[in-house]
């Protein structure tokens, strides 16, 4: 997953980036790259913090997601009516 995640930053231009898969209720894969803080060249680590409304959008949408009101495959606009 490491090559994955470098190889994605790199195809998106990502400044930084952390993955964590969990299953079962247990993290079974991590991955930290790049920077979570530009301006100060503060790494990516387990311990970065990240503004909490990010944490708690992405939990939003995968919740919609999973309760089947939300298809990641659908333009995004077609939720957001900017059309």
């Known amino acids: 997953m490491k090559a994955n995640l470098a190889s994605w930053a790199q195809d998106y231009e990502l400044v930084g980036a952390s993955v964590v898969l969990i299953a079962k209720g ?3 894969v991590e991955g930290y790259l790049g ?3 530009v301006e100060d060249s503060f790494k990516t680590t387990q311990n970065s913090t990240t503004p909490i409304s990010k944490n708690l959008s992405t939990l939003a949408v995968l919740k919609l997601v999973e ?3 939300v298809d990641l495959n659908v333009d995004i606009n077609t ?4 059309n």
């Open 35 to 37: 920077y979570a803080r």
């Open 79 to 82: 939720y957001l009516g900017w």
């Open 26 to 28: 247990e993290a079974v």
């Open 67 to 69: 309760a089947g009101e």
